[in-house]
Every structure is written in C-alpha cells, then in structure tokens.
C-alpha cells in the first residue's frame, strides 16, 4: 500500500514538473542571455568617436581592463564610499520597512477579521501606480511650498519651511522606505497568516502575557517571513537609482550604486565599466542570497 502511494506522489510530481519545465525554461533562459549580454558589454570595447557599447561576444577575446579598473575603484577608490553609502541606506530603510511593516502585516493577518479583503486591497493600491510617478508626486509634496512643511508648520513641529530636496539622507532613507515597504508587508503577511493560532493560545495558556508571547512564539515563528521579505526587498533597494535621482535632484552627496551605474551607462559615455559594475554588485547580492538560502535550509 504504500509503495502504491508513492508511485502515485512520485507520478504527480512528475506531471507538476512537466507543467512547471517551460516557465523554468524561459525564467533560466532569459535571466543567463541576460547575463551575458551585461558580460559582454563589460568585457567588450567602447566606440570612441559615439562612446556607445561594442560588445564582445567571444569570451575568448574578452577585454578585462574595464573590469579591474572597476575592482580597484570600489576596494580602493572613490566607489568605496558609495557601496559603504549603499548598504547603509538598505540597512536604515529596512529597518524602517520592518517598523512599520510588521504592525501593519501582523493586523491584517491575525487581528482584521473580516475586513482583511479591504486591507489587503489597500495593501496592494500602491502597485496600480509605477514607482516613478510615486516619486514624482513626492517631488512636489516635499517642495518649500509643499503640503508636507505647510502640515508640519500647521501642527507647530516647524516654524520656517524646509527644502527636503537638497540632497539630504533622510529624504533618501524615507523616500526607500515609503517606496518598498508594500514589497516587504505582502510576503510577511502571507507568513504570519500561516501561523499556528494554537502555539500562541498554548503560550497564553501556560500563564505568558501578551508581550512575553509576542517574543516567545510570534516572532521566532516569524522569522522566515521576516527573513523572505528582507530579501524581497533590499534586492531592489540595491539598485535603485529613482529615489535619489528624484527626491535629491541628483546630489553626488547621496549617490547610491545604482546612480552610479546609471551615470556610467548614460552620462559619462563608459558603458563597459557600468557593465562591470552591475556585475560587482551582482556578485555582492549573489552572496547574500547565497547566506539566506543557507539560512532557510538549516531551519
């Protein structure tokens, strides 16, 4: 009987493996073309006369000139300071996303009751709109005239308006979190949904308060959600270049190692080296991803 019952599993599974084999194929597929292309440009050669890239499709004739100068820049020269200006950024805006996400996933997920369905559509609002309109709308909140120093003003918290557009971290960091805390709630609520209601009432049961079973129980049991929502999130936050270019008018005082590509590719006429500095950072987010993989398999 059971050797009948995993013939049937193993049968399904197959079938589940069949369907899912084209998907995978296409995701694979594309994401390594993809790769390469990025490759390519990095270790091929740049037009002089246009400053345009002329990619080196052979991996034999590959030219790592670019790629070294790059290595050096950020283990020894001025892009140093940018990563270490990038991953505090990430850092700070996580843990604004995780402030302010986590009450709000936790809510939705074990105290909204029947009106879930609408949190949840609210939850996804901001998706309907790109993320650069949402900056551009920011734009204008955060101008000296702006509602967001008329409504400080109007509580008392300011007496003289300010310009949050002069190139301040603050901005950035807020700008981040408003920007992908909705990617940070969804995949945590969906975690926090799942969780067994019955280890909490046992912790209750057992003569825990509330707070002391919110740090017993919830929250190691969140800690994979918490952890697949980090990920989510601080991927994007790496490359981003919107935010600062929006919210900052571009200051080179918060550059973050998106900006920096996005100057490389497009204002300084070296694609080859923007090319290889999105394969450094590619490789810098492969290890991360590498250590939470790791993560989730030892639990």
Same mark, same amino acid.
């Given at each position: 009987?059971?050797?009948?019952?995993?013939?049937?599993?193993?049968?399904?599974? =197959?079938?589940?493996?069949?369907?899912?084999?084209?998907?995978?194929?296409?995701?694979?597929?594309?994401?390594?073309?993809?790769?390469?292309?990025?490759?390519?440009?990095?270790? #091929?050669? @740049?037009?002089?006369?246009?400053?345009?890239?002329?990619?080196?499709?052979?991996?034999?004739?590959?030219?790592?000139?670019?790629?070294?100068?790059?290595?050096?820049?950020?283990?020894?020269?001025?892009?140093?300071?940018?990563?270490?200006?990038?991953?505090?950024?990430?850092?700070?805006?996580?843990?604004?996303?995780?402030?302010?996400?986590?009450?709000?996933?936790?809510?939705?997920?074990?105290?909204?009751?029947?009106?879930?369905?609408?949190?949840?559509?609210?939850?996804?609002?901001?998706?309907?709109?790109?993320?650069?309109? =949402?900056?551009?709308?920011?734009?204008?909140?955060?101008?000296?005239?702006?509602?967001?120093?008329?409504?400080?003003?109007? @509580?008392?918290?300011?007496?003289?308006?300010?310009?949050?557009?002069?190139?301040?971290?603050?901005?950035?960091?807020?700008?981040?979190?408003?920007?992908?805390?909705?990617?940070?709630?969804?995949?945590?609520?969906?975690?926090?949904? =799942?969780?067994?209601?019955?280890?909490?009432?046992?912790?209750?049961?057992?003569?825990?308060?509330?707070? =002391?079973?919110?740090?017993?129980?919830?929250?190691?049991?969140?800690?994979? #959600?918490?952890?697949?929502?980090?990920?989510?999130?601080?991927?994007?936050?790496?490359?981003?270049?919107?935010?600062?270019?929006?919210?900052?008018?571009?200051?080179?005082?918060?550059?973050?190692?998106?900006?920096?590509?996005?100057?490389?590719?497009?204002?300084?006429?070296?694609?080859?080296?923007?090319?290889?500095? @999105?394969?450094?950072?590619?490789?810098?987010?492969?290890?991360?991803?590498?250590?939470?993989?790791?993560?989730?398999?030892?639990?």
């Amino acid at each position: 009987m059971v050797d009948v019952q995993r013939r049937r599993l193993s049968r399904q599974d =197959r079938v589940w493996a069949t369907f899912a084999l084209p998907g995978i194929t296409w995701l694979v597929m594309f994401f390594l073309v993809a790769i390469y292309a990025v490759a390519a440009i990095a270790f #091929g050669k @740049v037009n002089p006369l246009l400053r345009t890239a002329e990619p080196e499709w052979n991996p034999f004739r590959w030219d790592i000139s670019a790629m070294r100068d790059m290595l050096d820049r950020v283990v020894n020269g001025p892009l140093r300071q940018v990563f270490v200006r990038t991953f505090l950024f990430v850092l700070l805006s996580l843990a604004g996303c995780i402030a302010i996400g986590f009450p709000v996933a936790y809510f939705v997920a074990r105290k909204a009751g029947p009106r879930r369905g609408l949190l949840l559509g609210l939850l996804v609002l901001p998706f309907w709109i790109s993320y650069l309109m =949402r900056m551009l709308a920011w734009t204008n909140l955060l101008q000296p005239d702006g509602l967001v120093n008329k409504a400080l003003e109007w @509580v008392g918290l300011m007496d003289t308006p300010r310009n949050w557009l002069d190139g301040s971290w603050s901005t950035v960091v807020w700008g981040l979190v408003y920007g992908y805390v909705p990617f940070f709630i969804l995949p945590l609520y969906s975690a926090l949904e =799942r969780l067994d209601g019955r280890l909490i009432e046992a912790g209750r049961d057992l003569g825990a308060g509330p707070v =002391r079973t919110f740090l017993s129980v919830t929250l190691p049991l969140s800690v994979p #959600g918490l952890m697949a929502a980090s990920v989510v999130t601080i991927l994007p936050m790496f490359g981003d270049y919107y935010t600062n270019s929006y919210l900052t008018s571009g200051s080179p005082r918060v550059n973050m190692v998106g900006n920096q590509i996005e100057d490389y590719l497009r204002g300084s006429g070296q694609p080859n080296k923007g090319a290889a500095l @999105v394969l450094i950072l590619m490789a810098l987010l492969f290890v991360l991803m590498v250590y939470y993989l790791v993560s989730m398999l030892r639990e």
